[in-house]
């Protein structure tokens, strides 16, 4: 069965840590760009990074520059997302999806192959 499975959500306070994984069952994720979307209460889904398939090239939005980071371990299947200084305005549900191409238009929702179910963040005091 081919999935992708978030982890690594939870409870945090403004400015702690959380590292998310996405593994992939099913299928490996070498050949594939790992797309990172977030959607909060309300509003629209949206991509906030992107990883190369070989992990050489990786794509922040601005509004998690300079905070989150995007890496991958191939021989584990599976995509990471590292994410210091949060904010409550990071609270959302977070997803992962992977494409077989590149992270050309990375943000948009279309284009991806799979994703995944997605993991609770919630950045609160």
């Known amino acids: 069965q081919v999935q992708l499975v978030e982890s690594g959500g939870g409870l945090v306070q403004p400015g702690g840590s959380l590292r998310l994984s996405c593994a992939a069952s099913g299928f490996t994720l070498d050949y594939y760009a790992i797309g990172w979307f977030r959607q909060a209460p309300g509003k629209e889904r949206e991509g906030i990074s992107c990883?190369?398939?070989?992990?050489?090239?990786?794509y922040y939005t601005d509004s998690v520059k300079g905070r989150f980071t995007i890496s991958r371990d191939n021989a584990k299947n599976t995509v990471y997302l590292q994410m210091n200084s949060l904010k409550p305005e990071d609270t959302a549900v977070y997803y992962c999806?992977?494409?077989?191409?590149?992270?050309?238009?990375?943000?948009?929702?279309?284009?991806?192959?799979?994703w995944g179910q997605g993991t609770q963040v919630t950045v609160s005091s």
């Open positions: 999806a992977a494409d077989s191409s590149t992270c050309s238009g990375y943000t948009l929702l279309y284009g991806y192959d799979y």
């Open positions: 990883i190369s398939s070989s992990g050489g090239s990786t």
